[in-house]
């Protein structure tokens, strides 16, 4: 038995975020981690390793559609898929370990096995019971079921599986088209597999503004993705390491089969808080499954929740940015977390990111807004790397000019965006960033000709 100030339960994005920030504000601090390794879904099985996947494989289209155009002659790469997974398991396993080393470096101490609360107030990892003033829930999330689809995480995946799968397979069908099935979509039709993403709603992206999510949706379909849009997945059935997929089409009620070697399930995230004991303290939750929190404290004394197990977006810089606000709250200061400036980025290419309001939110809310609209054919930079077909969208209240939202489809949107994000938090109007001095020849230069088409217009339009 040890006592801390704070103990957090998960070492994902939400707790490592935390427990270093609490240790830096001089609070004796222990995570919970049951993985053997730290870093969470996000590390592990989630954000890092599909990045890596998305870069090898962006690589070989690269080397396949453009190398040849820019006098790079000669065989391209073959694909060796487990020299592939092993470089992936290589930038998962540097980054876990450099998680490890924060934790020594910060003195955070961690607690290896899976905990749960037996009483407030009180942590039970293994046979042990650990004391802390303060208790964090960061368990954060695990894919959705879907009725009628068993997952065997060979023949059909969730994101987990989709990144070991044996061999790559002939055709993948998808189940849902958000970011999950997009990303790990892209990945597969990169690499020569059949990708149909089947999705319930007429639309990719939920929630992503409609004119960026149509055009997401040509330029992915351009690279060989299939979509079958208005359709629900009534079940999946395996045979011999075959599947096939019976949806139902909406509009007609119409069904219809797709046969696959593989199916993706990425139809959503549910919070994970299993086995914590939660129930039994009386810890109010939401009817979605999540924890119950007002500023991140549940309504048991000294028991905290942040991330993917609470309201919100399931992101892991939401997670991370909670993590730190509530590390601060625990030390006395004022801790916040500005909801209304999160970006959302899908790692395709090209990349799509967002901040703020969408155009069909603002109308829904009756604002009046402008738009201000540039398209990267206008950017020598993107030009020259052929990813000329997206375009940066700001939205500005149309009164004050202040800048209400950002959607970016286009080479580098996901780092982009964060000039947006910064303006927006400063208050800043479109004009402002019209008038600061963006270096030539940059990707964005894009964000800057879009904050001018919201005054007097973009120079190279
Ligand atoms: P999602 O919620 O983004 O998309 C799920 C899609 O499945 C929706 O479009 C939904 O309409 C569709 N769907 C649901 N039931 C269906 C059915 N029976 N038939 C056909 N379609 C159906 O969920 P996703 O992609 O699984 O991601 C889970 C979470 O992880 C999300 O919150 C996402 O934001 C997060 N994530 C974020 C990433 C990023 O920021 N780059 C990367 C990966 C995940």
């Given at each position: 038995m040890a006592n801390f100030d704070v103990i957090i339960i998960g070492g994902g994005p939400g707790g490592y975020v935390c427990a270093i920030r609490c240790a830096q504000l001089g609070l004796k601090t222990a995570v919970v981690e049951g993985r053997e390794t730290l870093g969470g879904t996000c590390l592990n099985?989630?954000?890092?390793?599909?990045k890596a996947l998305l870069h090898a494989t962006h690589s070989l289209h690269e080397a396949e559609h453009n190398f040849a155009k820019m006098g790079l002659k000669g065989k391209s790469p073959s694909v060796d898929w487990d020299q592939m997974k092993a470089?992936?398991?290589?930038?998962?396993?540097?980054?876990t370990k450099g998680i490890e080393f924060l934790f020594k470096k910060n003195k955070v101490t961690w607690l290896k096995g899976w905990g749960s609360i037996p009483a407030a107030g009180q942590v039970k990892v293994g046979d042990e019971v650990h004391e802390a003033k303060s208790i964090v829930i960061a368990t954060g999330s695990e894919a959705a079921s879907l009725p009628g689809v068993e997952v065997d995480e060979k023949t059909v995946v969730t994101s987990?599986?989709?990144?070991?799968?044996?061999?790559?397979?002939?055709?993948?069908?998808v189940i849902g088209a958000g970011v999950i099935g997009l990303e790990m979509g892209s990945v597969y039709a990169r690499l020569g597999s059949e990708v149909?993403?089947?999705e319930y709603l007429e639309a990719i992206t939920p929630g992503m503004d409609a004119e960026v999510a149509r055009s997401f949706q040509k330029i992915l379909a351009k690279q060989g993705i299939?979509?079958?849009?208005?359709?629900?997945?009534?079940g999946v059935t395996t045979k011999g390491g075959k599947a096939k997929v019976t949806y139902k089409l909406r509009k007609d009620e119409s069904e219809a089969v797709l046969d696959a070697d593989c199916v993706l399930v990425a139809t959503g995230r549910k919070p994970y808080v299993d086995g914590l004991g939660l129930e039994a303290l009386g810890v109010e939750m939401e009817k979605r499954g999540q924890v119950k929190t007002h500023h991140f404290a549940t309504n048991v004394k000294g028991l905290y929740a942040i991330g993917d197990a609470i309201?919100?977006?399931?992101?892991?810089?939401?997670?991370?940015?909670?993590?730190?606000?509530?590390?601060?709250?625990?030390?006395?200061?004022?801790?916040h977390v500005n909801y209304d400036v999160i970006p959302g980025v899908v790692y395709t290419t090209p990349e799509v990111a967002s901040v703020g309001k969408t155009e069909e939110q603002l109308k829904e809310a009756g604002r009046a807004y402008k738009v201000g609209k540039f398209s990267f054919m206008g950017n020598a930079r993107a030009k020259a790397i052929f990813q000329a077909e997206g375009f940066v969208k700001i939205l500005a209240d149309k009164e004050t000019d202040?800048?209400?939202?950002?959607?970016?489809?286009?080479?580098?949107?996901?780092?982009?965006?964060?000039?947006?994000?910064?303006?927006?938090?400063?208050?800043?109007?479109?004009?402002?960033?019209?008038?600061?001095?963006?270096?030539?020849?940059t990707y964005s230069e894009a964000v800057r000709e879009a904050a001018l088409a919201c005054g007097d217009g973009a120079i190279h339009a």
């Open positions: 099985v989630g954000c890092i390793p599909s470089y992936k398991q290589e930038v998962v396993d540097g980054n987990t599986g989709a990144l070991t799968l044996n061999k790559i397979p002939k055709s993948l069908v149909t993403v089947v299939k979509f079958v849009l208005g359709a629900a997945v009534q309201v919100g977006p399931m992101l892991a810089h939401k997670a991370e940015d909670e993590g730190m606000a509530l590390a601060e709250i625990l030390a006395g200061k004022a801790g202040r800048i209400l939202g950002a959607h970016i489809i286009g080479p580098m949107a996901g780092d982009l965006i964060h000039e947006v994000c910064v303006a927006m938090e400063f208050g800043a109007s479109a004009q402002d960033l019209a008038l600061t001095c963006h270096a030539h020849p």
